[in-house]
Nanobody, 115 residues
């Protein structure tokens, strides 16, 4: 069964950190470009970061540069998003997406940044 499962979300204070996981089953993450997206209430879904399929090149949206790090663990078949220096405006549901021969989305994980 092909599946993407996000985890690692939660409530964190401003300035704190979280690490999100996107675990894949039924396909190999190295064969797909994997991206993280987020959607805040009342806003459109936006791209956060992605990692390339073969070359592993990474991309970050401007507001995430220097704070977020995307990585891939082939042994775990998982892509991670390390989020540091979190701000209240980072509050959103975070989704991962795999694009290759087909496209898959996870169900999302809630991140809330609040004091």
């Amino acid at each position: 069964q092909v599946q993407l499962v996000e985890s690692g979300g939660g409530l964190v204070q401003p300035g704190g950190s979280l690490r999100l996981s996107c675990a894949a089953s039924g396909f190999t993450v190295g064969d797909y470009a994997i991206g993280w997206f987020r959607q805040a209430p009342g806003k459109k879904r936006e791209g956060v970061s992605c990692i390339g399929r073969s070359d592993g090149d990474t991309y970050y949206a401007d507001s995430m540069k220097g704070r977020f790090i995307i990585s891939r663990d082939a042994a775990e078949n998982t892509v991670y998003l390390q989020m540091n220096k979190l701000k209240p405006e980072d509050t959103a549901v975070y989704y991962c997406r795999a694009v290759g021969l087909r496209e898959y989305w996870g169900q999302g994980t809630q991140v809330t940044v609040s004091s």
